[in-house]
């Protein structure tokens, strides 16, 4: 029989808020939204960005006519309305300027990950049909010039930074700066135009295209709503309110729904400042600078964060390693007491507060997050183990749940409650149910409207007015609902057992000395692993011990470092039965980043990527037996 969490959970909610509506029913469009946020705001700063070490303030006004004149440049070059423009840059203002100046124009925006290549690019241009694009630098204009010829439709690239480009003159390319001139220089007809596409707009008008990762096919292009948007920013601000005194870090791809949702979206509504990072590898140095009341990061920013924590703690003096290894250890019986619903005795909570006031203050203070109220993980599956370590740490981490497809998110944990193994329950106004063999299945004003020009796949993925999400999941009776694991990647063994590899992953990425893992066993006699070393930790490990390697292969390749993650291994392995233990691993001896093909970028592995490349590692753990699907 289906369960189903009748009423979407409101009750969990109800307590939030006097007066506040349980199911929020936004009528506003997002341009709407945005037009108003500027006037009101006028010059408070809506956004940070670092120029020559200093953090430069944008204000709202400025915000609001950089908006302006870019989308009256769009105009004037004869975008129409449900047109789609295409952006294809790294995190900063340019990127927000253009996304509102395309959807307050009436178009629908999309956006491109850097990372992809060049025939990626071509396809989400193609399938799009984006007669604009938006981009950063020389070499994300490269990517396109190189491709234009296959995208017939194209007529203008906009170009954020032209350094490089000096002397450089196509048809087809102008700056940003010059774009925008061309919008401010607007005056009568095409000036009045704006303001009357953005009240014509209506709340189901599409307002942007999502482009999944494509790990099983080509990427789809989720059609998300100005409803959609809005209703998932009112839902989020009755469970997780924000105000203009709160501050986020930018750091994650914008093409992703996520950080769309917390940087772009939900700052319109709230007045949240966004501060960019300067680069992926800035992060941690950025975080500590703005010291963010709002974080929101992939489990795998999570795992590093606790690797590099761990290191700094082995190198403080024994002093300083004895006090925190008892300021955490206290800690955590605290976190296991209110995880099993008791109270915490007094000499505890004393000697708790005490450690939260000193030593555990200055482990937040050394990750930047001393100040963060909101501390969310989400995304992928994350170890339970690894949110107890940082609830002990005081951060009051919430693991969410949701997809492109529902506009970001769809469960959360209620304030002040934590079921560890769960995410939470539905959002209000948000319906989670799970059908006859287990998969998790939404219903809301939130859901997308479908995959651009697939009609069959989008009937697929909602074929009776609730989202298949095909992930497979529980939901307890108080409405919390667990994620197992996604339905295409269960594993079942050639003896028949069921077993959900992300749950073993993740203990093995709870390993300081272990960044990332893949399961394998899918119709095999038993479980193995590809594992990827945590260079940073591995390498000091190395450094102490005088294990000589010279680089990242080399340091792989030591037996002395396949004995610790032998060991590693086998800790987890003690955790699971045995048709679940690991027998046998190997170590990627390449140091993988979000450039490779193996990753997604939200740092995701993908699963079906490794298993292709790194075949013969695989059935080198399986001597004599024949690979799945092989042939005599």
Avoid at 280 to 289: A, Y
Wanted: with cysteine; net charge neutral.
């Amino acid at each position: 029989m289906a369960l189903t969490q009748d009423g979407a959970g409101d009750a969990q909610w109800a307590h939030l808020g006097a007066g506040q509506e349980v199911v929020p029913t936004p009528t506003s469009t997002l341009a709407a939204a945005f037009v108003e946020a500027v006037r009101l705001r006028g010059e408070r700063v809506a956004m940070r960005r670092k120029q020559r070490g200093l953090w430069r303030a944008i204000s709202w006004r400025e915000y609001g006519t950089q908006v302006r004149q870019i989308a009256l440049a769009l105009i004037k070059e004869g975008v129409a309305p449900s047109d789609r423009t295409c952006i294809l840059a790294e995190n900063c203002p340019e990127w927000f300027y253009a996304d509102l100046a395309v959807i307050t124009a009436g178009g629908i925006s999309v956006g491109i990950y850097t990372t992809n290549a060049p025939e990626q690019v071509a396809y989400v241009l193609a399938d799009s049909g984006a007669r604009v694009v938006f981009v950063e630098n020389e070499e994300q204009l490269d990517k396109v010039l190189q491709v234009r010829e296959q995208v017939p439709a194209l007529q203008r690239i906009v170009v954020f930074d032209m350094e490089g480009l000096r002397g450089f003159a196509d048809p087809m390319v102008i700056s940003l700066a010059q774009f925008a001139a061309l919008g401010a220089a607007q005056l009568g007809a095409i000036a009045s135009q704006w303001q009357a596409r953005i009240d014509a707009i209506a709340p189901h008008d599409t307002a942007i295209l999502i482009y999944t990762s494509g790990t099983t096919g080509p990427p789809k292009g989720a059609m998300l709503s100005h409803a959609n948007l809005a209703f998932q920013a009112a839902s989020l601000n009755v469970v997780m309110p924000l105000g203009p005194s709160d501050e986020v870090l930018s750091h994650l791809p914008l093409s992703h729904i996520a950080e769309r949702l917390l940087a772009v979206v939900r700052p319109i509504f709230n007045g949240a400042v966004v501060n960019f990072a300067e680069s992926q590898d800035t992060v941690p140095q950025n975080i500590r600078e703005i010291s963010p009341t709002v974080f929101f990061g992939v489990p795998r920013i999570w795992e590093k964060f606790y690797s590099r924590a761990t290191l700094a703690v082995q190198e403080g003096t024994p002093l300083e390693r004895m006090a925190f290894r008892l300021a955490l250890a206290a800690a955590r019986r605290v976190v296991a007491i209110r995880e099993a619903g008791a109270r915490v005795p007094w000499w505890l909570a004393l000697v708790y507060r005490i450690a939260d006031l000193t030593v555990l203050y200055r482990a937040r203070k050394l990750i930047g997050m001393e100040r963060t109220r909101y501390v969310v993980t989400g995304a992928a599956p994350i170890a339970p183990e690894l949110i107890r370590w940082y609830l002990a740490l005081g951060m009051d981490m919430m693991q969410a749940y949701g997809m492109t497809e529902t506009s970001g998110v769809a469960s959360l944990p209620p304030p002040g409650v934590r079921r560890l193994g769960t995410v939470g329950v539905a959002l209000p106004g948000t319906e989670l149910r799970l059908s006859e063999a287990g998969e998790i299945l939404v219903r809301g004003p939130h859901v997308f409207q479908g995959y651009w020009n697939k009609p069959g796949q989008s009937a697929e993925a909602v074929p009776d007015g609730w989202l298949h999400t095909g992930d497979v999941g529980t939901l307890d009776d108080d409405g919390f609902l667990r994620v197992v694991d996604r339905l295409k990647d269960i594993i079942i063994t050639s003896g028949g057992k069921n077993v959900s590899p992300s749950e073993i992953e993740n203990e093995l990425k709870f390993s300081p000395y272990i960044a990332d893992a893949v399961v394998i066993g899918d119709a095999r006699p038993f479980l193995t692993a590809l594992l990827m070393i945590d260079f940073d930790n591995v390498a000091k490990f190395a450094q102490n011990r005088a294990i000589p390697f010279t680089n990242y292969p080399s340091l792989c390749a030591h037996e002395d470092i396949q004995a610790l993650i032998g060991a590693e291994v086998e800790a987890v392995n003690a955790r699971f039965a045995r048709v679940e233990q690991i027998k046998s691993f190997r170590l990627i001896d390449v140091q993988l980043t979000t450039q490779d093909e193996e990753f997604t970028p939200t740092l995701k592995l993908k699963r079906a990527v490794v298993n292709r490349r790194y075949r013969a590692l695989i059935d080198d753990m399986y001597p004599g037996s024949r690979q799945p699907g092989a042939t005599a």
